[in-house]
């Protein structure tokens, strides 16, 4: 995403020429405050939105150029889980495995793989409706680590998921990661994106008011105490922000 500036209403932009690379290999964690313009800023990548000036490009082309290459390239899991009523875990995961192409063999081994990481070996036979929220929730990444494409966009993952869970997908990603995958997560839990995130995003009202390594982010806010937090620096930046003096 390029100087993107963009939002509901032509008068009143939500974005303000934002600007975010996610790199293959790299998890980029993206915050700030309800309604900084997080889920906007995704909607534009998603290709819902179109931008009033600026552009985003996936995997090298806009959505113009090719629309077939831009969209097979990403994978979406939303804050809230949509999964067809009538299909079984097991038989979402199968229609992802078709629908993306995927070599039968190799899916059918990651399945398993993805059903134990997040304790789902036992509902891969369930429809949603007996499922928990947590789990359906775990469906919706399930299907998405599934296909690995080469960005993977993710939006508060944590809400919802018990603690083995967290831990469960946070190591999935980073394998994914590690696979050359990019992953852009938005989230408000800071902690595991302290821990795990090679960048972070901060927005404010639509604009970038800190980026770089968590370090690097603490060090922006001016938080250089070795037991100062993500949250404490998030706390300054947005103070800062609302003052109109970034320490910087
Ligand atoms: N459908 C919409 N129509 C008009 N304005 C909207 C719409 N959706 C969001 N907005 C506005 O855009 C701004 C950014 O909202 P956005 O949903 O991107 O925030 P967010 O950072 O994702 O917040 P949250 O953490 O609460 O999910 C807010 O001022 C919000 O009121």
């Known amino acids: 995403m390029k100087k993107l500036t963009g939002g509901y209403s032509l008068r009143r932009p939500v974005l303000h020429e934002v600007s975010i690379t996610v790199n293959p ?45 831009y969209r097979s390239s990403s994978a979406y899991v939303p804050e809230q889980p949509s999964l067809f009523p009538n299909l079984t875990v097991k038989e979402h995961l199968e229609w992802t495995a078709m629908a993306y192409d995927l070599n039968k063999g190799s899916a059918i081994a990651r399945m398993d793989e993805l059903a134990q990481t997040f304790r789902m070996s036992e509902a891969m036979n369930a429809l949603p409706d007996t499922l928990s929220k947590g789990m359906k929730q775990k469906v919706m990444l399930m299907n998405a680590l599934l296909v690995s494409p080469p960005l993977l966009i993710i939006d508060e993952p944590f809400l919802g998921l018990d603690p083995l869970a967290i831990r469960g997908l946070l190591t999935s990603l980073e394998e994914v990661r590690a696979g050359g995958s990019a992953i852009l997560l938005s989230s408000h839990i800071l902690p595991a994106l302290e821990r795990r995130a090679n960048r972070l995003v901060v927005l404010h009202r639509g604009r970038i008011i800190a980026e770089g390594s968590p370090q690097a982010v603490k060090l922006q806010a001016g938080c250089t105490e070795p037991d100062s937090t993500l949250d404490d620096a998030f706390e300054e930046l947005v103070a800062a922000a609302e003052g109109g003096t970034l320490r910087a």
């Open 25 to 69: 290999g790299e998890m980029v964690g993206l915050i700030g405050l309800n309604g900084a313009g997080k889920s906007t800023a995704i909607k534009h990548i998603l290709g819902l939105m179109v931008p009033q000036s600026g552009e985003v490009r996936i995997a090298g082309v806009t959505l113009e150029e090719n629309r077939d290459r």
